[in-house]
C-alpha cells in the first residue's frame, strides 16, 4: 500500500517538469511553504493586495501537476523553491495545493495521497467543502493530515489554534466520515457544502471524489459522474449501498485498501467519464 502511495498518479506527476522540483526541502513545513509560495488560493487573493484578471483566474482549471507547473513556469520560470510574488503564483483552490504538496513528497518518495471532505474552521458550525493532504509518518506509523493553503496570513485571519501539519481528526473529515454521519443523523446535512450549495446529494459527490483520490484519481471539485447527483435528482437503494460500502472503506483505515481497490476497479460509476480524464 504504502508503495502505491509513493508513486506518482497521472494527476500529480511533474512530467517534463520534474527539474522544477530542483532543491527541494524535506520536511513538511518546508514544503507547504514551498506550496504557498507556488500558488495563490482563488478564494483568498484580495488578502494578499494583488487584482488579477479574470483569465488568470480560469488557472483554477488546470487538473494536472504537470499542467499547474508549465503555468509556474510561464510565470516564473526558475525551480519552485525560488520566492515569487503574489501575482506571480498561480491561482488555485484547496485541492491544488493538496495535490501540489502530494507530487512534491511522492517526488521525495515519501507516500501521500489526496483527502475530500469537509473542514470545521472556515466557518463556524458549518462542515464547508475543502480537501488536504496526508503523509504517512513512518515513525508514529500514521497517516498525517496537512493543510497546505494554510499560511501565516490564514492562520491569523481564521483564529487557527492547531498545527496545520498534523490537522486533528475533529477538524477535517473526510467526506467518508461526514457520509457516514449524515446517515446515522449526527451531522445536519444542510450544513455541509460550500457557498449555498449543500445537503446530502453535496456530501455524497465528496465521497466519490474522495474515493476517487485514494484510488489516485484527484479529480478536479467540480467534476462530476452519473452517482454524483444534483440537490433534485433522486439516488436508488442501490445506490445507497454502494455508497456506504466506500465510506466504511474510505473510513477504516489501511486494512480496507485491497477492498477499495478491488471495489474501485469494478464499479464503473466510481470513475470518471472518459470524455473528462486528464
Known amino acids: 500500500m504504502l508503495a502505491y502511495y509513493t508513486q506518482q498518479s497521472v494527476i ?132 498525517v493530515q496537512v493543510d497546505a493553503q494554510l499560511d501565516s496570513i490564514q492562520i491569523k485571519t481564521l483564529n487557527i489554534d492547531f498545527n496545520p501539519y498534523d490537522v486533528p481528526a475533529d477538524k477535517f473529515l473526510n467526506a467518508g466520515k461526514v457520509w457516514q454521519g449524515c446517515r446515522a443523523g449526527d451531522i445536519d446535512p444542510e450544513l455541509c457544502g460550500i457557498f449555498q450549495m449543500k445537503g446530502l446529494w453535496f456530501v455524497q459527490g465528496d465521497l466519490v471524489r474522495d474515493c476517487m483520490a485514494l484510488n489516485k484519481l484527484e479529480v478536479l471539485p467540480w467534476d462530476s459522474n452519473e452517482i454524483m447527483p444534483g440537490p433534485d435528482q433522486p439516488v436508488s437503494e442501490a445506490d445507497y449501498t454502494l455508497l456506504d460500502n466506500v465510506a466504511k472503506l474510505v473510513t477504516a483505515g489501511n486494512e480496507s485498501f485491497v477492498e477499495l481497490r478491488a471495489l474501485y476497479d469494478s464499479t464503473a460509476v466510481l470513475h470518471m467519464p472518459a470524455d473528462r480524464k486528464p
Open 12 to 143: 500529480t506527476d511533474p512530467g517534463e517538469y520534474a527539474h522544477m522540483y530542483a532543491d527541494l526541502p524535506s520536511d513538511i513545513p518546508a514544503l507547504c511553504s514551498v506550496t504557498q509560495n507556488a500558488l495563490l488560493h482563488i478564494f483568498w487573493i484580495p488578502a494578499y493586495g494583488v487584482e488579477l484578471s479574470e483569465e488568470r483566474k480560469n488557472e483554477v482549471n488546470i487538473r494536472t501537476v504537470a499542467g499547474m507547473l508549465a503555468r509556474i513556469g510561464e510565470l516564473n520560470d526558475q525551480p519552485v523553491t525560488v520566492t515569487r510574488t503574489p501575482e506571480t503564483r498561480l491561482v488555485g483552490n484547496c485541492r491544488d495545493f493538496t495535490v501540489f504538496l502530494c507530487s512534491m513528497l511522492r517526488h521525495k518518495g515519501i507516500p501521500a495521497r489526496a483527502r475530500c471532505g469537509f473542514s470545521r474552521y472556515f466557518t463556524p458550525g458549518r462542515y464547508d467543502d475543502h480537501w488536504i493532504c496526508e503523509y504517512w509518518n513512518t515513525d508514529e506509523k500514521r497517516w
